[in-house]
Nanobody
Framework: LQVAETGGGFVQPGGSLTLSCSVA????????VGWFRRAPGKARVGIGC????????YYIESVKGRFTISKDSAGTTVTLQMKNLETEDTGIYYC????????????????WGQGTQVTVSS
């Protein structure tokens, strides 16, 4: 699967960004889609996941209430809406896809995008 993320950039603290994830020539309706983040100098960690049935999902504590993962009605794009961004949200954001249910770990996903940089700074 060819996974791609778009939408990264620079934003001031308190601002918003939306990232998008898609798979070339495929619908995401039968895949779990996870978002991961690699902060500078740190390991890549899962921050949230949307299950294939659009229902079950999780968010790590630090992004709850600020980040939302959703899928468009066509099932082709999963977005990560980020609000009230903090400097600690800076990092490379990755989208990961798998046919299995949502997982929290890198090993739970087999297909990955190249990542998109998000920088939160004043």
């Amino acid at each position: 699967l060819q996974v791609a993320e778009t939408g990264g950039g620079f934003v001031q603290p308190g601002g918003s960004l939306t990232l998008s994830c898609s798979v070339a020539e495929r619908s995401l309706d039968h895949f779990a889609v996870g978002w991961f983040r690699r902060a500078p100098g740190k390991a890549r960690v899962g921050i949230g996941c949307l299950s294939s049935n659009r229902g079950a999902e999780y968010y790590i504590e630090s992004v709850k209430g600020r980040f939302t993962i959703s899928k468009d009605s066509a099932g082709t794009t999963v977005t990560l809406q980020m609000k009230n961004l903090e400097t600690e949200d800076t990092g490379i954001y990755y989208c990961a896809v798998d046919v299995l249910p949502c997982g929290e770990y890198e090993s739970d996903f087999t297909s990955w995008g190249q990542g998109t940089q998000v920088t939160v700074s004043s």
